[in-house]
């Protein structure tokens, strides 16, 4: 059931763009979104799509970059619409989405569950794990989705608690209430701890590595702890 609807929100995306070739007053509304604020691209591009009768989510989006790189050439530049398909900096067609932020977890960096700790890689759909609600709160979180792995550039990421995330350098961290930070620009925000205390970023260190990365999507506030640090799931806004 799942795969069936991961398919039809692919599938989705691939009908609008071919819509977007096809009607010039919808390519010229993709092309203002593209000139929004990052974040607002993918939400207002959900937005628009729908209007035209094609539903798909920012999940959705994930997935179909994922799928879109295993396709035949002919295949991909046909859904893509000629896109450069660059993974941390790639239009979607005519503008899915100008930026799709991959934000992940090297394999071994360990997600709190009710029974202790797991794996990230080893995570799946429909498996509890530790959760906050929208007051901070513990909660056990159910995992609504399970993105595709990809290989990307690891950095090694300390915080002032000594725990430490191998990450890409989008990802985001959860501070209570509706803020969140990136690592690589935190300011002054603290994450919130597994242990109900605070930890800034201290150190952010290139690692040299390429791996194979991992990321989920928690229902409620989609935050998970990641080495007793809580992160944000797969978002594009």
């Avoid at 007051?135 to 990809?150: C, F, I, L, Q, Y």
């Avoid at 590595?209 to 990321?215: C, F, N, P, W």
């Avoid at 506030?221 to 640090?229: A, E, G, H, P, R």
Wanted: charged share 30%; net charge negative; glycine share 10%.
């Amino acid at each position: 059931m799942e795969e069936k609807k991961i398919s039809e929100g692919v599938q989705a995306i691939a009908d609008f763009l071919k819509k977007a070739e096809e009607d010039e007053v919808l390519e010229k509304k993709i092309s203002e979104i593209n000139e929004a604020d990052e974040l607002e691209i993918a939400p207002k591009m959900i937005r628009l799509a729908t209007e035209y009768g094609f539903r798909f989510s920012e999940a959705d989006i994930g997935h179909y970059m994922s799928q879109k790189r295993e396709l035949t050439t002919d295949e991909a530049e046909m859904i893509s619409g000629g896109c450069n398909d660059n993974t941390t900096a790639t239009g979607i067609g005519k503008g899915i989405g100008q930026w799709i932020k991959v934000k992940c977890f090297a394999g071994e960096c360990m997600v709190s569950v009710p029974e202790g700790q797991k794996s990230i890689k080893d995570i799946r759909i429909g498996d509890k794990i530790l959760s906050l609600d929208a007051d901070g709160n513990p909660r056990t979180g159910t995992v609504a989705d399970v993105m595709e792995p990809r290989e990307m550039p690891l950095l090694l990421v300390t915080f002032e608690n000594g725990s430490q995330w191998l990450t890409t350098d989008t990802q985001w961290f959860y501070c209570g209430g509706d803020d969140y930070a990136c690592i690589k620009d935190p300011g002054a925000r603290k994450a919130i701890t597994a242990q109900g205390g605070t930890a800034g970023v201290c150190r952010v260190e290139e690692t040299g590595r390429t791996e194979l990365v991992y990321d989920i999507i928690v229902d409620g506030l989609n935050v998970f702890f990641v080495n007793d640090i809580a992160a944000e799931g797969f978002s594009l806004s």
